[in-house]
């Protein structure tokens, strides 16, 4: 540093400290007389107006007696205003008993979310845990779509069951997994299926279906498609396809593009 400033007083600090390859903040730094030592806080003053001891007391008891356990502070106050008592202001009652006792907390009833344990998909053999969804693809004409069903076995990534419709339904849903179930030969307590939590995944008939099938069933936590990683990869394989269109002109269209592209 000595060397800087007795070279700025020739040339400048600036073409000194470019000279030296110092930075002039590190050089201000160095050349700053130190600090002061921080002065001891001196203690608060005490408002005229505080409450003494005996007084905050008092108001703790009388907030906590019988009378007036279960009521807000507000009601306490107006009671006792309306009888000629004053002890304190409204605040001061609620700072006494958040900051001191912590009486005073949200008592508004908050939703409780529940535990979605992560669903865990193994097969060691074809037909033992299906996994199943629905995309909607555009049609000829805005606004209109078509509703591919697609059941996949994740063991083979082999697709058991397929299906295109105009529409969204659980009876459609429904129809196509018992077809796909008796073309497949499956036995009660031998198959497992996964979906999301659509509509018609979550719909009271394929439950209902299931379980007379003996099938387990399962489902992806809410908001996670990480959960149901099988089916969403089979639908980006068949959109990022370079013959798929951006639009198919009918359902016969769509139908025939699928027969090629599954088998």
Same mark, same amino acid.
């Given at each position: 540093?000595?060397?800087?400033?007795? $070279?700025?007083?020739?040339?400048?600090?600036?073409?000194? &400290?470019?000279?030296? /390859?110092?930075?002039?903040?590190?050089?201000?730094?160095?050349?700053?007389?130190?600090?002061?030592?921080?002065?001891?806080?001196?203690?608060?003053?005490?408002?005229?107006?505080?409450?003494?001891?005996?007084?905050?007391?008092?108001?703790?008891?009388? $907030?906590?007696?019988?009378?007036?356990?279960?009521?807000?502070?507000?009601?306490?106050?107006?009671?006792? $205003?309306?009888?000629?008592?004053?002890?304190?202001?409204?605040?001061?009652?609620?700072?006494?008993?958040?900051?001191?006792?912590?009486?005073?907390?949200?008592?508004?009833?908050?939703?409780?979310?529940?535990?979605?344990?992560?669903?865990?998909?193994?097969?060691?053999?074809?037909?033992?845990?299906?996994?199943?969804?629905?995309?909607?693809?555009?049609?000829?004409?805005?606004?209109?779509?078509?509703?591919?069903?697609?059941? $996949?076995?994740?063991?083979?990534?082999?697709?058991?069951?397929?299906?295109? /419709?105009?529409?969204?339904?659980?009876?459609?849903?429904?129809?196509?997994?018992?077809?796909? &179930?008796?073309?497949?030969?499956?036995?009660?307590?031998?198959?497992?299926?996964?979906?999301?939590?659509?509509?018609?995944?979550?719909?009271?008939?394929?439950?209902?279906?299931?379980?007379?099938?003996?099938?387990?069933?399962?489902?992806?936590?809410?908001?996670?498609?990480?959960?149901?990683?099988?089916?969403?990869?089979?639908?980006?394989?068949?959109?990022? &396809?370079?013959?798929?269109?951006?639009?198919?002109?009918?359902?016969?269209?769509?139908?025939?593009? &699928?027969?090629?592209?599954?088998?």
């Amino acid at each position: 540093m000595s060397a800087v400033s007795s $070279l700025s007083q020739d040339i400048g600090r600036k073409k000194a &400290c470019e000279a030296l /390859a110092l930075p002039r903040a590190t050089f201000y730094r160095h050349m700053s007389p130190a600090a002061e030592p921080l002065q001891e806080e001196t203690p608060r003053p005490v408002p005229v107006l505080a409450l003494t001891k005996l007084e905050r007391k008092t108001v703790i008891e009388v $907030l906590h007696s019988e009378r007036f356990q279960d009521k807000a502070p507000r009601q306490v106050f107006a009671s006792l $205003l309306d009888e000629g008592q004053y002890h304190c202001s409204v605040r001061t009652m609620y700072r006494i008993l958040t900051d001191e006792h912590g009486d005073v907390k949200e008592r508004r009833k908050h939703v409780q979310r529940p535990h979605y344990t992560k669903p865990e998909l193994l097969a060691t053999a074809p037909n033992q845990v299906w996994s199943w969804d629905i995309t909607k693809l555009k049609g000829s004409v805005k606004w209109t779509y078509f509703y591919l069903y697609v059941i $996949l076995d994740i063991f083979s990534r082999y697709v058991v069951g397929w299906m295109v /419709a105009h529409r969204e339904q659980d009876s459609l849903a429904k129809r196509l997994i018992e077809e796909t &179930c008796q073309k497949q030969g499956i036995q009660p307590g031998q198959l497992t299926v996964h979906a999301d939590r659509g509509s018609s995944m979550k719909s009271k008939r394929v439950a209902h279906l299931l379980s007379d099938l003996g099938i387990t069933k399962t489902h992806s936590r809410p908001h996670v498609s990480n959960d149901n990683p099988y089916s969403e990869a089979q639908f980006k394989t068949l959109k990022y &396809c370079p013959q798929f269109p951006e639009r198919f002109g009918s359902i016969q269209d769509f139908r025939s593009f &699928c027969q090629g592209f599954f088998s």
